[in-house]
T-cell receptor
Framework: DVKVTQSSRYLVKRTGEKVFLECVQDMDHENMFWYRQDPGLGLRLIYFSYDVKMKEKGDIPEGYSVSREKKERFSLILESASTNQTSMYLC??????????????FGPGTRLTVL | KNQVEQSPQSLIILEGKNCTLQCNYTVSPFSNLRWYKQDTGRGPVSLTIMTFSENTKSNGRYTATLDADTKQSSLHITASQLSDSASYICVVSGSLEAAGNKLTFGGGTRVLVKP
């Protein structure tokens, strides 16, 4: 079974702090994704990566950056956390870029609260 | 603009009863459509996937249908159980995604099964 793990289930940070969210997958997947999920808005794509050291902006990249130094690890960075970044953050991975294999496997999520 | 609309937003059903969730999409071109189940505080888990040529797919008590002509899908839950209480998310994948595996998510339907 594919396993996607996230470093924290719950996180509380203060405005202006630098925040790191870590995600690790154990199935040698090429693609990795970061989403945020808010009530009434569904899942929105922040950034994704289809190879080591590669990254692409999603629909809402402002205020975030990412790092993918190793294939299995994809980090989301909030350079200066703000209250409007309070949300559930979900990491996902998928096997290849080919559409027919693009099931995304999700981690358990990190609920981030910025005070 | 690619969109996925789900209805209803929420519903309450009695244990043992059936229910049907709806998904309408405008994603083009179309590759496949998935239904995900998301338990509270957890990441989504895939229930079914259907490609253009498939019009029905079952996974236990869950049956999904797809009408690619009208761009509509439904998820039918038979003989509901308390464990079916969750959000159900319709996700559509477009083919030829040069940026790799970007998906369009619906807002989800929250189902509450009462004893």
């Amino acid at each position: 079974d594919v396993k996607v793990t996230q470093s924290s289930r719950y996180l509380v940070k203060r405005t202006g702090e630098k925040v790191f969210l870590e995600c690790v997958q154990d199935m040698d997947h090429e693609n990795m994704f970061w989403y945020r999920q808010d009530p009434g808005l569904g899942l929105r794509l922040i950034y994704f990566s289809y190879d080591v050291k590669m990254k692409e902006k999603g629909d809402i990249p402002e205020g975030y950056s990412v790092s993918r130094e190793k294939k299995e690890r994809f980090s989301l960075i909030l350079e200066s956390a703000s209250t409007n970044q309070t949300s559930m953050y979900l990491c996902a991975s998928s096997l290849t870029r080919l559409a027919s294999y693009n099931e995304q496997f999700f981690g358990p999520g990190t609920r981030l609260t910025v005070l | 603009k690619n969109q996925v609309e789900q209805s209803p937003q929420s519903l309450i059903i009695l244990e043992g009863k059936n229910c049907t969730l709806q998904c309408n999409y405008t994603v083009s071109p179309f590759s496949n459509l998935r239904w995900y189940k998301q338990d509270t505080g957890r990441g989504p888990v895939s229930l079914t996937i259907m490609t253009f040529s498939e019009n029905t797919k079952s996974n236990g008590r869950y049956t999904a249908t797809l009408d690619a002509d009208t761009k509509q899908s439904s998820l039918h839950i038979t003989a509901s159980q308390l464990s079916d209480s969750a959000s159900y998310i319709c996700v559509v994948s477009g083919s030829l995604e040069a940026a790799g595996n970007k998906l369009t998510f619906g807002g989800g339907t929250r189902v509450l099964v009462k004893p």
